[in-house]
């Protein structure tokens, strides 16, 4: 998996931006698979392995799980998958995630997709998913935005610098948005 060949898209926004539900839209059109790092830490507490609780508290405090753990889950997840096209989805979060990955997998995204949306829409959202995630309650919804606007932005800025985010607003109806996120993922554009 250092093959240069190999495609990654890095997906970032806020908690509710709308980073799960653009990425099975991108999934269906354009042949990528999608990893959602959170999607992966939540399987690896179910799976009741040996990090599991560690990692269910650093979510329920919406905390940043160190690296090597979320690292070590995507890789597995990409040697799985077969395929050379990755949507990562909620990952890197702060500038040591990005750090360790670029040192670990060799890799850098293509580009970064960026989901901009005011944070009274994103807590709109949260507050009425309603799937049972341990970390949409009010309390931990307003630490994770901490933590966003803190850490995550930052690399988000990081890549920016780097002429390599393409921002979308993504406060529009799921439809709209998708039109968006296509232009993007157009050949010309990506
Ligand atoms: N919805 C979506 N788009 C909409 C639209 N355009 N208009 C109206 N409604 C829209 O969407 C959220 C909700 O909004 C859904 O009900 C959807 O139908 C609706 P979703 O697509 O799920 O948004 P998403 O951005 O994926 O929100 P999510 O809650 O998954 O984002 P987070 O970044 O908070 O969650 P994630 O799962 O990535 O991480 C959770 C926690 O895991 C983190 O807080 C952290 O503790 C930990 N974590 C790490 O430690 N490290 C990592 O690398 C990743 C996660
Ligand atoms: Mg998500």
Redesign the pocket.
């Known amino acids: 998996l250092t093959d240069k060949k190999v495609t990654v898209v890095f997906v970032l ?12 839209n991108i999934v269906e059109h354009y042949g990528y698979t999608h990893l ?7 399987a690896e507490i179910k799976s009741g392995s040996e990090n599991g609780t560690m ?1 269910q508290n ?2 329920k ?5 160190p690296s090597e753990v ?1 690292i070590k889950l995507l890789q597995r997840a990409m040697n799985e998958s077969g395929n050379d096209k990755f949507l990562i ?5 702060n500038e040591e ?1 990005r750090a360790a990955f670029e040192l670990v997998t060799g890799m850098e995204p293509t580009f970064v997709l960026f ?1 901009d949306c005011l944070e009274e ?2 807590e709109r ?2 507050l ?4 049972g ?1 341990e ?2 309650n009010i309390e ?1 919804i307003r630490k ?1 935005f901490r ?2 606007m803190e850490s995550s932005l930052p690399v988000i800025e990081y890549y920016n610098s780097k002429g390599k985010v393409r921002k979308i607003d ?5 439809e ?2 998708f039109e968006a996120v296509k232009e993007v993922f157009t050949p010309s554009n990506a």
């Open positions: 926004g806020g908690p509710g931006s709308g980073k799960g539900t653009q990425c099975a959602s790092a959170g999607d992966l830490l939540r990692i650093m979510i405090e919406g905390k940043i799980v979320t989805d909620g990952f890197p979060r995630n989901f829409e994103m959202r949260l009425s998913r309603n799937q995630r970390d949409d931990t994770r933590v966003y993504a406060a529009k109806p799921v709209e948005v």
